[in-house]
């Protein structure tokens, strides 16, 4: 088993959503549910994802999910996208998610992974990214 990437220091590529972790949002342990959290970063790169295609877009596959640290009721969770690549209808996007927690000012890099979009037209049908 090879060890895990190491930590960026800072977060790349845009600010594409900021919310605050909820109590709902947890699990028993009280710390929040990694399904709420891959919400929060598909919103995010689907946000850069449709600004490129300058219309609706869906997300056809995420890969490399790596979760680092938990996320705790009360942090401030701040998603950062970058465009890695544009296809003929298709983009991949890298979503970093951070956090600031209740009583800190440090950012933690929480997870990342790749989100990959498809440009759709009114039908729901793959169309070419209108850049």
């Known amino acids: 088993?090879?060890?895990?990437?190491?930590?960026?220091?800072?977060?790349?590529?845009?600010?594409?959503?900021?919310?605050?972790?909820?109590?709902?949002?947890?699990n028993a342990n009280g710390d929040i549910f990694g399904g709420w959290l891959i919400s929060q970063m598909d919103l995010g790169g689907a946000i850069l994802a449709r600004g490129t295609a300058h219309g609706r877009v869906t997300t056809a596959a995420v890969d490399g999910m790596s979760f680092i640290r938990p996320v705790n009721v009360g942090d401030v969770v701040t998603c950062y996208a970058k465009l890695l690549g544009v296809g003929r209808t298709s983009m991949k996007v890298r979503v970093e998610a951070w956090v600031q927690r209740y009583a800190d000012s440090a950012q933690l890099h929480v997870t990342e992974g790749t989100f990959v979009y498809v440009a759709i037209d009114t039908h729901g049908k793959p169309q070419p990214v209108n850049r």
Do not use: C, K, L, Y
């Open 1 to 26: 088993m090879s060890a895990p990437a190491p930590t960026p220091p800072h977060p790349s590529g845009d600010v594409v959503i900021r919310t605050i972790a909820m109590p709902a949002d947890a």
